[in-house]
């Protein structure tokens, strides 16, 4: 069964950090795209973070939304079949249900925003950033 599996949201005080995983079963995570996207109550899911599809390699290129960028870091780990995100100096607006998503051979980031463009998502892990 092909699934990811998202870990490591928390309750955290504003300015800390979290490293956020997406762990992937059933299929080799490197040959995926893979975006991130969080859901506050209320307000419609958003696209967070993206990188490409690395063909075997340890990186891809990445794409940030203006309200992480400068203090996120995406990431792979091929031998961990793991992708992770990193959000320095939280804020109470990052808030949320943070869910990864894969897209199969993707190394096209015009639509990473688009949530149907993506063929599996995981369940989500919640973020709680208090002020």
């Known amino acids: 069964q092909l699934q990811v599996v998202e870990s490591g949201g928390g309750l955290v005080h504003a300015g800390e950090s979290l490293r956020l995983s997406c762990a992937a079963s059933g299929f080799t995570l490197v040959d995926y795209a893979i975006g991130w996207f969080r859901q506050a109550p209320g307000k419609l899911r958003e696209g967070v973070s993206w990188?490409?599809?690395?063909?075997?390699?340890?990186?891809?290129?990445?794409v940030y939304a203006d309200s992480v960028k400068g203090r996120s870091t995406i990431s792979r780990d091929n031998a961990k079949n793991t992708v992770y995100l990193q959000i320095d100096s939280l804020k109470a607006d990052d808030t949320a249900v943070y869910y990864c998503?894969?897209?199969?051979?993707?190394?096209?980031?015009?639509?990473?925003?688009?949530?149907?463009?993506?063929?599996?998502w995981g369940q989500g892990t919640q973020v709680t950033v208090s002020p």
């Open positions: 990188i490409s599809s690395s063909g075997g390699s340890s990186g891809g290129s990445t």
């Open positions: 998503a894969a897209k199969r051979g993707s190394t096209d980031d015009s639509s990473w925003r688009d949530p149907y463009d993506y063929d599996l």
